[in-house]
């Protein structure tokens, strides 16, 4: 995999230097054909000849423009794997905890890092290829003019090099400064009648002052420095300029033409010296910008992503998908909280794969995705339901298989999204033994999604205790063990087999990948796009096909309980069909949906219905007898549902 991946990215380099020799010879013509149109043309007396070398200089502007065309085509190939493996690192370092660090480098720096090392690619590509073009026409030209133009130029150089590591580190200070005010005004404003009132404004006044005075000792010490890229500028750029003029009657008396000076400068003055102007003010400011922003989304120290799992980091996950919070009447005065039970066989959960979770080192992982697919039909045998308040048709002694902790088990789990707000979730009881396929059905906004972020850890409930596999939830030993698919699918750049891999410790083996990619429905795309060894173009895939994807990924996954939020809404109906199909028939799984068609409820041995208060329990059958809102969801469309 890793020889693949430097075969993939010296591809890209080389396409990049193809391309941008267009651009080099753009630069070449530009001086030379000048030169040769006034030397050979209309200082000779043969305007057509002139006419000619201006033409061709022409045309190469023309394959330059196509070339600088492509170049940003390849920059974007050669930067987006950079910007996924930043996204790995935030993910493991703790997003799906809610660390806001980690959001802030997921939502904002890792894109700025992303912008800002495209920007720096394209502009020291450009210096390179222009210098390189610009000094073989000097040398074409007249090798006496060469020292005139490369002396300078390397001394500029050589100055503006210097300043780029101090000037990164003061701007960092400048940035860490202020971002201290920022917080401290942040503070202070909204409490200013609270310090009013305690009489504290000179205190208050002092400490918002010690960082006013920080940020400027800051941005002088920055802009002390600046200078000297002012000066790098003027040696590098101008200071050629002045040269070729002052050196010219020596020049012209040693053989130099007339054309040959009128080149050169128009070398210096069109190319060496915007493409230096470009190189100055892009690596110096986003390159001391990349540094500030790779070192803010460098993993804290000690931390390791090889040392307390057996997985590499993986994927960055998408945020999952939430329904909004819904003003609901008390639950706890009509609504009945039900309780689903199952015997089925012990399941081995095989050293699941897991993602890092912010926390401290060594830290066991979580097995949270962002990528996988949905339950079948069939999972589940001998399921009883009992009410708080009555037993449900079919009841029976409720609890878990003998000497087996329930996949997912909720005991008065209370969830409301403010204190002010009535709960999405009151008092609900919920246990999903292993090998359980439960379906969660409702109106929009209801809180299905809600209650799939509780069962997996990233909603804490307000009362009420969240057990996977008998671990309390939120806690590393239940994160291992479960995973969450939402609705978007994550696919990043690189492999299908590296992103179809991504939950397992080790490189999956290709017949079992063939096999879960035959099983779930994704191998004519595997197909069409070449195969396990062939690139993934997120962009060009459809959402379905990313669902296809992740799905496979969950299958060759090994947590034990799935938890799926709307995961296969992109599908057709048969394809998703063929996907739960898949997974009824994988060993040992337990599965939480959060169905999207009635059809992919009607497979699951219990669905569970919420509206509100009238939240409903029971097998397809029983709730197309007993529950109204439930023959409304599966009443065909423009047909009322049997009362």
């Known amino acids: 995999m890793t020889g693949r991946l430097l075969r993939v990215r010296g591809t890209v380099l080389a396409r990049l230097v193809l391309w941008s020799l267009l651009e080099a010879g753009q630069t070449f013509l530009l001086g030379y054909a000048l030169a040769r149109a006034l030397d050979a043309g209309f200082l000779a007396g043969d305007t057509g000849t002139g006419l000619r070398w201006l033409a061709a200089g022409a045309l190469g502007v023309v394959a330059g423009a196509v070339g600088t065309r492509r170049v940003y085509g390849v920059v974007a190939d050669l930067v987006e794997p950079v910007r996924d493996r930043l996204v790995a690192d935030v993910v493991a370092r703790g997003v799906r905890e809610g660390d806001r660090a980690a959001l802030s480098g997921l939502t904002q720096q890792v894109e700025l890092a992303r912008d800002t090392l495209a920007g720096l690619v394209m502009v020291s590509r450009s210096f390179v290829f222009t210098a390189a073009g610009a000094l073989a026409g000097l040398c074409a030209l007249a090798p006496a003019l060469l020292p005139v133009v490369l002396a300078p130029l390397l001394a500029g150089l050589a100055l503006f090099a210097a300043t780029l590591r101090p000037l990164a580190r003061r701007q960092e200070a400048f940035l860490v400064a202020d971002e201290a005010l920022a917080g401290e005004l942040g503070e202070v404003c909204p409490g200013l009648r609270d310090v009013t009132a305690a009489g504290a404004e ?53 053989g130099v033409t007339t054309g040959a000076l009128v080149g050169a400068l128009a070398y210096v003055s069109q190319s060496l010296l915007p493409a230096l102007q470009n190189l100055v003010h892009g690596l110096g400011t986003g390159g001391a910008r990349l540094t500030v922003v790779l070192r803010r989304l460098r993993p804290p120290t000690g931390w390791s992503g090889e040392a307390t799992a057996p997985a590499t980091p993986g994927s960055p996950a998408d945020a999952t998908s939430g329904d909004a919070p819904l003003a609901l009447p008390d639950p706890r005065r009509t609504a009945r909280p039900h309780r689903t039970t199952a015997s089925a066989p012990l399941v081995d959960p095989a050293a699941p794969h897991a993602l890092p979770r912010a926390g401290a080192p060594g830290e066991p992982r979580e097995a949270v995705d962002a990528t996988a697919p949905e339950p079948g039909a069939g999972a589940l045998a001998g399921v009883r339901a009992a009410s708080k308040d009555r037993p449900a048709a079919g009841a029976g002694p409720g609890g878990p298989a003998r000497g087996a902790a329930p996949a997912l088990s909720l005991a008065q789990v209370t969830f409301a999204y403010g204190p002010a707000s009535t709960p999405v979730l009151d008092g609900l009881d919920l246990c999903v033994a292993e090998g359980g396929h439960l379906a969660v059905v409702g109106p929009s906004g209801i809180g299905k999604s809600t209650l799939a972020s509780v069962a997996a850890g990233l909603l804490v409930p307000d009362r009420g205790e969240v057990r996977v596999y008998g671990h309390p939830v939120p806690g590393a030993g239940a994160s291992a063990l479960r995973l969450l698919i939402p609705q978007e699918a994550y696919v990043h750049s690189g492999t299908f087999a590296e992103n179809l891999g991504l939950l397992r410790p080790d490189p999956v083996p290709e017949p079992e990948l063939l096999a879960a990619a035959e099983a779930v429905g994704l191998t004519a795309l595997l197909e069409r796009c070449g195969g396990p060894g062939a690139p993934v173009r997120p962009a060009e895939l459809s959402a379905g096909e990313r669902q296809l994807i992740a799905l496979t990924r969950a299958y060759l996954s090994r947590a034990p309980l799935a938890l799926l939020d709307e995961a296969t809404c992109h599908l057709d109906p048969a394809a998703e069909a063929r996907a739960e199909r898949a997974f009824a028939a994988r060993p040992g799984s337990a599965l939480v949906v959060v169905a999207h068609r009635i059809s992919s409820a009607a497979r699951a041995e219990r669905i569970l219905v919420m509206d509100g208060p009238r939240t409903a329990y029971g097998s397809h059958a029983e709730l197309l007898r007993g529950c109204a809102l439930y023959q409304d969801l599966a009443a065909p469309a423009g047909r009322p549902a049997a009362r």
């Open 202 to 254: 000179s205190r208050v006044a002092e400490r918002v002052g010690d960082r006013v005075d920080a940020e400027f000792r800051a941005a002088r010490s920055l802009a002390r420095w600046s200078v000297l890229r002012v000066a790098a500028l003027a040696v590098g750029g101008q200071l050629p300029l002045v040269l070729l003029l002052a050196t010219a009657p020596w020049l012209l008396a040693h």
